[in-house]
């Protein structure tokens, strides 16, 4: 039945994330004690003033249709975050609200892609940017930066991956899944070759805003010399610990907010009425639950960077943001265990499951094949267990 399916379709991969964490998943339905660091997703719970606001909600009747690019108040809300918390000034008409961050991405990717034009994606890289840009009919161009320059692309590499055909450059910061973080300089840097080519645009990504450990976190979206080719996209999954609630954002140039509110309009229309209002209350209410989430993360970021130095063979660095680290670990690769190869970290990954019982992510699904990714969203015990059962499978490698 394969053969029915569209083109568009079967040129797309599956999501190695999502497959890592369906493996770790049916271990655990087996009996088998598995400790899950391959899925991004906050281990805590969404705020009691959040959920308040959501059941207020649904006794205040907001179960009907949202409108498509979202309800005002919200919209309003999110300029306002924008303006105190970044500098940048939109209207309520720049903002389109959607159904999670994922969608909010693919939207703009959908909107200002066509067939044959060309994405620059920096590698590491999420591994649903290729997947969307596909999905366009974009050709996915990757430039590629290692553990050495803490996995962030130079304004050099940027301006020789450049060509007639290029329209946009997709920049996560803080990023998935390195946890690399680009400084305001570095950003300054990289703005400035955009500025040369007014043909290119720019998504960044800033869905980990909140979770950064250098201070103020930095958008690209506040040099003015490039700010009408620049959407950020953005939500409250990872700050807020909302990520089932579905509620992404762009903030965009107002020609863009209107493709992007026609397009959602045919395919999804509007998000969630009752997570918006969550939503809202999540950037209008108080703040002190990103904070100690963020405290949490930091504090794991340093327990895990510690722990992972101690294994030798594997190559750390100290990410600036987000809740992932990604070692090198390409000393493993060729190696073998009771006559078994590893050959990828793919591979590595997966042996690490099934003698480990710890769940990552190969570096190949994200572009980087000599790395491996591992969310420390969750326990100080769970890290601690975690990487010693690794350190122990790494040792019976030969």
């Not at 493996?23 to 003033?49: C, Q, W, Y």
């Not at 970021?301 to 660095?317: D, E, F, H």
Request: proline share 5%; charged share 20%.
């Amino acid at each position: 039945m394969k053969d029915l399916l569209s083109a568009r379709l079967t040129a797309l991969s599956p999501s190695e994330t999502f497959a890592m964490a369906q493996k770790s998943s049916e271990l655990k339905a087996r009996g088998i004690d598995v400790i899950n660091m391959s899925v991004g997703e906050p281990d805590f719970a969404t705020h009691k003033h959040i959920k308040e606001a959501a059941k207020k909600a649904i006794d205040d009747n907001f179960s009907f249709y949202s409108p498509v690019p979202g309800f005002a108040d919200l919209k309003k809300a999110i300029c306002e975050k924008l303006h105190s918390e970044n500098g940048v000034d939109y209207s309520p008409s720049q903002i389109v609200v959607s159904g999670g961050g994922k969608q909010a991405l693919c939207n703009v990717i959908l909107s200002i892609v066509d067939k044959g034009e060309e994405v620059i994606i920096p590698a590491p890289y999420w591994v649903s940017y290729p997947e969307m840009v596909k999905l366009a009919d974009g050709t996915p161009r990757f430039i590629y930066s290692g553990i050495e320059q803490e996995f962030k692309i130079t304004p050099q590499q940027l301006e020789e991956a450049i060509t007639p055909k290029t329209k946009v450059l997709i920049l996560c910061s803080p990023s998935n899944p390195t946890g690399s973080v680009y400084t305001k300089d570095e950003l300054k840097a990289i703005a400035a070759v955009i500025e040369k080519y007014p043909q290119l645009y720019v998504i960044s990504d800033e869905i980990y805003e909140h979770i950064n450990y250098i201070g103020q976190h930095e958008s690209i979206a506040q040099f003015e010399t490039i700010r009408d080719r620049v959407i950020v996209v953005n939500g409250v999954s990872k700050g807020y610990a909302m990520t089932g609630w579905r509620i992404g954002w762009i903030a965009a140039p107002q020609w863009i907010a209107s493709a992007c509110t026609m397009l959602q309009g045919q395919y999804t229309s509007g998000a969630s009425s009752i997570s918006q209002r969550a939503a809202l209350a999540a950037y209008t209410g108080d703040q002190t639950c990103v904070s100690e989430m963020k405290k949490a993360f930091e504090r794991r970021r340093n327990l895990i960077v510690y722990l992972l130095g101690k294994i030798p063979g594997l190559k750390v660095n100290n990410p600036m943001g987000a809740f992932y680290i990604f070692p090198d670990c390409s000393s493993y690769l060729g190696r073998k265990h009771d006559g078994k190869e590893i050959k990828t970290a793919t591979d590595l990954a997966m042996y690490i499951l099934e003698e480990a019982h710890v769940a990552c992510v190969g570096g190949d699904a994200f572009g980087a094949p000599g790395s491996i990714r591992l969310s420390y969203a969750t326990s100080d015990e769970n890290i601690t267990e975690a990487v010693a059962r690794i350190k122990k499978a790494l040792g019976n490698l030969s």
